[in-house]
């Protein structure tokens, strides 16, 4: 009788631990989270992929294929929003925090700058072609980090000469 009520009870727990493992933040994410998560003007957020792909649809417009593709296998994102004098008042740096995405296993696929912005955006690898995309935004005043989970075909983003663009 005994083993039989600690069956249910270890798939159970077999579950949980499989569902909230899937939905863990990377290291990276957490460590930057941990840093400023107290203070004041830091704002985080957590959005499952079900809700994030209303919110676009609701967004975007009617026919930007591109974006819905792009977010049908997105199952989770994270993001945090952090006054960049934050940084300085820890010396802390966001060169710094890009190294530590590097030893993370974050690979940096690009980096833009536009009229003051810098946003680099970086890809990791994981299981079940399910990979972590990390975004940084650096403004003027703030920087904000996306974290994804999910899968991006980078097909998606080919034009008609097959050559991968981010213009369109």
């Known amino acids: 009788m005994k083993s039989a009520m600690i ?11 499989g569902i909230t493992s899937s939905f863990a933040q990377s290291k990276s994410f957490q460590t930057l989270r941990n840093h400023f998560i107290d203070n004041e003007d830091v704002h985080a957020f957590s959005i499952g992929g079900f809700w994030c792909r209303a919110a676009m649809s ?21 993001l945090i929003v952090i006054p960049k ?7 802390l740096t966001l060169g710094g925090f890009k190294k530590y995405l590097a030893k993370d296993a974050f690979e940096e696929m690009m980096s833009v700058r536009d009229k003051g912005d810098h946003v680099s955006i970086f890809m990791r690898e ?26 991006i075909d980078p097909e998606l983003f ?11």
């Open 58 to 78: 609701m967004v975007a417009d009617e026919g930007d294929e591109l974006l819905n593709d792009m977010m049908d296998d997105i199952d989770h994102i994270r």
């Open 126 to 151: 994981d299981s079940n072609k399910k990979n972590r995309y990390f975004v940084l935004v650096e403004e003027s005043t703030e920087v904000v980090a996306i974290e994804m989970k999910g899968y």
């Open 7 to 17: 069956k249910p009870a270890a798939i159970i727990a077999l579950c949980i631990l």
């Open 158 to 168: 080919k034009n008609e000469n097959n050559k991968i663009t981010f213009n369109k």
């Open 85 to 91: 004098a934050d940084f300085g008042k820890q010396n």
